[in-house]
């Protein structure tokens, strides 16, 4: 009976340590906030990018699929906003274009939060 209770001893640690790896895998990392919630533009360009942009940017702009953002890169790709705003309207190579998907105000409200949120981000 002692090796039996070892045993199922044993067996619900491996429960917890298998179950432990399967949800930490589900954990889906936040996107940074905006500091100013009164700021309406850009906790809408916080949610644009949630739902539009951090599958291939990643949540704070670290890049995967798509190139990174954060640490100032994309200021220093885009120094002037309405180039930025064209390659987001047009599109270009694997990045798609989101002129028909997303509107001229949620473009807007999403570049900012790049430039001013995930920019920032190490
Ligand atoms: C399907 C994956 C995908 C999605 C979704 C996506 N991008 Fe991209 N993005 C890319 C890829 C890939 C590139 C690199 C394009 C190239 O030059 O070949 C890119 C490039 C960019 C660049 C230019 C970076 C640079 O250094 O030149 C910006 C800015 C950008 N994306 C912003 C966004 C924003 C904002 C969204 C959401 C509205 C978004 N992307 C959604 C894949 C994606």
Excluded: W
């Amino acid at each position: 009976m002692r090796s039996m209770s070892g045993l199922s001893r044993f067996a619900k640690l491996l429960t917890a340590f298998i179950l432990g790896v399967l949800l930490s895998g589900c954990v889906v990392e936040e996107s940074p906030a905006v500091s100013d919630p009164s700021d309406v533009e850009l906790v809408l360009g916080r949610e644009i990018y949630v739902s539009n942009c951090s599958s291939c940017h990643g949540s704070a702009g670290q890049g995967a699929i798509g190139t990174q953002l954060s640490g100032g890169r994309v200021l220093r790709a885009y120094p002037d906003v309405e180039d930025q705003t064209n390659l987001i309207n047009q599109g270009r190579g694997s990045m798609p274009a989101f002129q028909a998907r997303l509107s001229a105000e949620e473009i807007n409200a999403v570049v900012r939060y790049t430039r001013e949120v995930i920019a920032s981000q190490p």
